[in-house]
Nanobody
């Protein structure tokens, strides 16, 4: 199983970024996929989840509206569109996956992460 994130970088406050996570080694259509983030000195934080088969999404209340998770079944890729970025969004963003029948916030597979820095 491989999850490879891309799309991170430096962006000014109020700007946007779209992260990508390309996958291989498992049946994409049977998985739940998610984005997490971790800032220096902070615990890992759940950002968004999508069930690839059907596209159902879940967000914590404080992420709803500015963050949008989506998937491309043909490319076996998930995305995280982030708008109106704030300095507190600075973190390493991780893609994660698990069989869709599992629940909770425990994920089996993780990418290496991509750095997002929001600064003027």
């Amino acid at each position: 199983v491989q999850l490879v994130e891309s799309g991170g970088g430096l962006v000014q406050p109020g700007g946007s970024l779209r992260l990508s996570c390309t996958t291989s080694g498992f049946t994409f259509s049977t998985y739940g996929m998610a984005w997490f983030r971790q800032a220096p000195g902070q615990e890992r934080e759940f950002v968004a989840q999508i069930i690839t088969n059907g596209g159902g999404t879940t967000y914590p209340d404080d992420k709803r509206g500015r963050f949008t998770i989506s998937r491309d079944m043909a490319k076996k890729t998930i995305y995280l569109q982030m708008n109106d970025l704030k300095p507190e969004d600075t973190a390493v963003y991780y893609c994660a996956g698990r069989p869709a029948w599992k629940s909770g916030r425990e994920y089996d597979y993780w990418g290496q992460g991509t750095q997002v820095t929001v600064s003027s």
